[in-house]
């Protein structure tokens, strides 16, 4: 991220809690939009109702950081960041354009971070991602449906990374734990003739998946909704791969080892665990620098959020009972935010 040693390297990181700030408060008062198009500075300002100093300060310093472009006909936003930064209807999703608003709430969660810290999370106000539960039904069905969202509009591109490293043609049944409202286990029975599905999640994921479900006949009969508790709903037998997509991340190990080992349980011999989600390396590497900020957002998702390197996730399967594990290392990332990502394969 960047070369500076010393005290360079110190101010560096403190301008890069500015630069952040900059970048989603100028998106919030859609500067960007503003400047699609080329705009004078006294033109961009009155379109934003800004004061004269504030609005100097913000402008000036996108043009220094390269958010916005300045020459003879005014401002603009850069080309290279329009289709991220410029709101239009109807616009594709983008996960980078989402994280600008969902780390403005990330920000105001960590503004007391060494609480977070001290406490493990626990002291977090942060609500986006509100399924930390014992009882699942006391998940909101408003906050599922807002995370279910995001899940629905990035799992395509993990499903076709998935189907690039894996061969689903192997198996017969399939069961997606913590499956969401189902796209991921939907997207692969839709592309593995003769699979039949099941995903298992909280009731009010399972809820929208059911109604997303009616709309897609082509897959009556071969896709099943199960709405529980990965922890405790009896997992049912008959399924020969297993998934864990997302999802193992989000508990710590006594929790995600008790799956592990309810999975080895259901799962006949020869049965497989995949658990894919984004790993870190098994030593400190800078590449990796993203893995670890994101862990700092983890302090105000939850008391248990954590990525794993391929190593501790095996320690967990085989101490469940399987035997055999590999991980597989996709061909590509699925999108540029989702670097590292890995499939692990566990056969009973
Ligand atoms: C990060 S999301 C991943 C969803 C999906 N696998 C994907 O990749 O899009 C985690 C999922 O775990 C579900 N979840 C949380 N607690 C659960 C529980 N106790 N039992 C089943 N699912 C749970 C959430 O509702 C959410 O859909």
Redesign the pocket.
């Known amino acids: 991220m960047t070369t500076a040693t010393g005290e360079k390297l110190l101010l560096e990181l403190l301008d890069g809690f500015l630069g952040s700030k900059l970048l989603m408060t100028a998106y919030k008062l859609d500067l960007f939009t503003a400047a699609r198009e080329p705009i004078a500075r006294d033109a961009l300002r009155a379109a934003l109702d800004l004061p004269e100093r504030s609005f100097k300060i913000v402008v000036d310093a996108c043009v220094a950081l390269g958010l916005l472009h300045e020459d003879e006909r005014g401002v603009a936003t850069p080309a290279a960041l329009a289709p991220f930064l410029v709101r239009a209807p109807g616009k594709p999703f983008s996960t980078t354009t989402y994280l600008l608003e969902y780390y403005d709430e990330v920000y105001r969660a960590l503004a007391d971070m060494d609480a977070l810290v001290r406490s493990d999370g626990a002291a977090s106000p942060f609500k986006l ?1 509100d ?3 014992d009882d ?1 039904d006391a ?1 909101d069905p408003q906050v ?1 449906a807002e ?2 969202r995001y ?2 509009a ?2 395509a591109r ?1 499903v076709e990374v998935v189907l690039a490293t894996y061969p689903f043609g192997q198996h017969r049944r399939l069961l ?6 189902g ?2 286990c939907a997207a692969i029975v839709a592309a593995t003739p003769g699979l039949h599905g099941a ?4 009731p ?2 399972v809820a929208i998946g059911r109604r997303q479900l009616e709309a897609r006949p082509e897959l009556q009969g071969r896709v099943e909704a199960i709405a ?6 009896p997992l049912p037998p008959g399924y020969d791969v297993i ?5 193992a ?2 508990w710590g190990d006594d929790k995600i080892g008790a799956v592990y080992r309810r999975v080895h349980e259901a799962l006949p011999p020869g049965g497989r665990l995949l658990v ?2 984004r790993m870190l390396p098994e030593r400190v590497l800078p590449e990796a620098l993203p893995m670890y900020l994101r862990g700092v957002y983890f302090l105000a998702k939850s008391e248990s959020t954590r990525y794993r390197s391929p190593r501790e996730h095996f320690a967990l399967l085989q101490a469940a009972g399987f035997a055999a594990t590999e991980a597989l290392e996709p061909p590509r990332a699925p999108y540029e935010f989702f670097q590292s990502m890995r499939i692990l394969v566990a056969t009973k």
Not at 228 to 233: E, K, L, S
Not at 243 to 247: A, G, I, L, P, V
């Open positions: 991602r399924y930390f539960k699942v998940i599922a995370y279910s899940m629905d990035t799992i993990i997606d734990l913590c499956g969401n409202t796209s991921f995903f298992l999640d909280v009010a994921c529980g508790d990965v922890f405790r709903t998934t864990m997509c997302r999802s991340m989000d894919i989600e």
